[in-house]
């Protein structure tokens, strides 16, 4: 999972800035989901893990000691997560049908909204 996000905006959300937060959510939930969808093969399970993967994120933020780090966190609760209900498929991505792309998982998002 790789992320662009900027040092500030995770540094204004450890600070409980609200406007901040709602950027990261805008910012990080496609990617979230595309990850998790890609590790689970399910359009159902993947958007359940990632509401769960943001409440995790958002509840523990301050807790983050090097914001640079944050992309590499927030995989690793990703994943964690993933693992925890056991939704990890063993299959290779390329079994997959249709993985969506960045267009679609933001249709999806905005029709799940």
């Known amino acids: 999972m790789s992320m662009d996000v900027d040092v500030t905006l995770i540094k204004?959300?450890?600070k409980g800035d609200q406007s901040s937060y709602e950027k990261l959510y805008v910012q990080c939930r496609p990617q979230i989901f595309r990850t998790v969808f890609l590790l689970t093969h399910s359009y159902d399970v993947a958007d359940d893990?990632?509401?769960e993967v943001l409440?995790?994120?958002?509840r523990s933020l301050r807790s983050l000691r090097k914001p640079e780090s944050y992309?590499?966190?927030?995989?690793r609760i990703t994943l964690n997560i993933c693992k925890r209900k056991g939704r990890l498929r063993e299959s290779p991505v390329e079994q997959v049908e249709a993985i969506p792309s960045?267009?679609?998982?933001?249709d999806i998002v905005l029709l799940m909204s």
């Open 55 to 58: 409440l995790t994120v958002f």
């Open 49 to 51: 893990i990632t509401q």
């Open 102 to 106: 960045e267009n679609d998982v933001e």
């Open 12 to 14: 204004n959300c450890m």
């Open 71 to 75: 992309s590499s966190w927030l995989y």
